[in-house]
């Protein structure tokens, strides 16, 4: 439960929150899909503004991006730097990567996809410098994109190296045979734990792992980790990029192969009772996804992140696919890791502003919103989970068993 003080925030600023939120809260960010294209150039011929428009004429791009391009550096900085002006000490960050931008393979490369994962890295460093970042791969975190490898291979190395800083030695050598790990999460009775998945083995665009049954044990993996969570009265956090289920803007577009769909579906109904929440990108889309037991009662949920890159969507029969850049703040009990407030910060290309003589945007809160959590309200867009009926509630907004991951 959040704490006595927490109920009554009405503060104006996170800054006032901070002070009257107390044990056992805790805040963490989750960031995902920041898609950095590096060549952005808001100035000169529209076909040459971003590579990550293809061939698409950017008639009007500004200085902060466009909704047919990837995330100039900029937005991308300005969004961390937010991050640190509105949360500045979280708990820990949740990096559920594509940091790469959308363009062919041929104009990418390994060292250019390890050079802008290592300039990400060291800008979430610099800003948060303390804090405990919990990190995963995307689909175009490789090379050739959406092709990982089910063993050890170059990039994985390399991203070990670069995310040492943040994991144990065990997770180091765990990441460098799959890209995937599990550690403990801060907290007063170190009961809590986080398992990163590197769910792009089970992407249907993934060649290499086409025929596999469980591509580097890793499904064995999580069940021998969630089997041991239960055994020691651990509680879970579960994350990653890609995410089971459909794309809510076409239902006939799902991102897993069916066996292995249906395998990450049995192990979620296996130990609902120990996951406390599940957290991925890829979308873009400020969503989620329920999930159900044999019969029909929600057992567990997963959020989908808004992704910071506004770039448009080319699959087909997607409309008005691109999306507003985001950052996502959530608000947990410490002991139980139950999720008591998710605040998602979006902001319009065309509105963002800047802080004078600072350079970044800020992620305002919505002017008809408190600007920090309060408790009971119901579900509202803005995430607020009101105590053990929350599963019931989400089921209610959502679409049902038939739309489920």
């Known amino acids: 439960m959040l704490g006595r003080k927490a109920s009554g925030c009405l503060k104006t600023s996170w800054a006032d929150c901070r002070e009257v939120i107390t044990w056992p809260v805790g805040q963490f960010w989750h960031i995902s899909d920041l898609h950095l294209d590096p060549e952005y150039n808001a100035s ?20 902060w991006g466009d909704y047919l391009c990837d995330a100039p550096w900029i937005l991308i900085n300005s969004s961390i730097y937010a991050m640190k002006a509105l949360l500045p000490s979280p708990d820990f960050i949740l990096w559920t990567g594509d940091d790469t931008p959308h363009v062919p393979n041929e104009k990418l490369g390994e060292e250019a996809v ?45 991203v070990a190296d670069l995310w040492r800083p943040w994991l144990n030695n065990e997770s180091i050598s765990q990441f460098k045979e799959g890209a ?40 064995r993996w999580l069940d021998d980790v969630l089997n ?3 055994r020691e009265g651990e509680k879970v956090y579960v994350t990653g990029h890609l995410p089971p289920g459909f794309f809510e803007k076409t239902r006939n577009k799902a991102w897993f192969r069916p066996s292995f769909n249906q395998r990450y579906v049995e192990i979620i109904r296996k130990y609902h009772h120990v996951i406390a929440g599940q957290f991925f990108g890829h979308h873009h889309t400020d969503s989620f996804r329920m999930f159900y037991d044999d019969t029909g009662d929600p057992i567990s949920v997963m959020f989908l992140v808004p992704g910071v890159s506004p770039w ?10 691109a999306n507003n850049p985001g950052i996502r703040v959530w608000y947990y009990d410490r002991d139980t890791l139950q999720l008591q407030e998710g605040r998602s910060r979006l902001r319009r290309l065309s509105i963002i502003w800047v802080t004078p003589g ?8 919505h002017p008809r919103q408190p600007a920090c959590p309060k408790v009971g309200e119901g579900v509202s867009t803005d995430r607020s989970l009101p105590g053990p009926g929350w599963l019931s509630s989400l089921h209610a907004a959502g679409a049902g068993p038939d739309y489920a991951g």
Not at 44 to 61: E, H, K, N, R, W
């Open 44 to 63: 000169g011929d529209p076909l040459q503004v971003c590579p990550s428009a293809g061939s698409q004429p950017v008639s009007s791009a500004g200085v």
């Open 114 to 158: 390890l050079k802008i994962v290592k300039h990400l890295t060291e800008l979430i460093r610099l800003v948060f410098p303390e804090t405990k970042v919990y990190a995963a791969l995307g689909n175009h975190d490789f090379h050739p994109k959406n092709q990982f490898p089910a063993g050890r291979n170059n990039i994985y190395n390399q």
């Open 180 to 219: 995937f790990y599990t550690e403990r999460l801060p907290g007063p009775n170190q009961t809590g734990r986080i398992v990163v998945l590197n769910t792009n083995l089970y992407y249907t665009s993934n060649e290499q792992t086409a025929g596999l049954d469980d591509p580097a044990s890793q499904l």
């Open 228 to 230: 041991n969570a239960s």
């Open 312 to 321: 448009k969507t080319t699959l087909p029969g997607v409309n008005n696919g």
């Open 358 to 365: 600072h350079g970044h945007i800020l992620f305002k809160p």
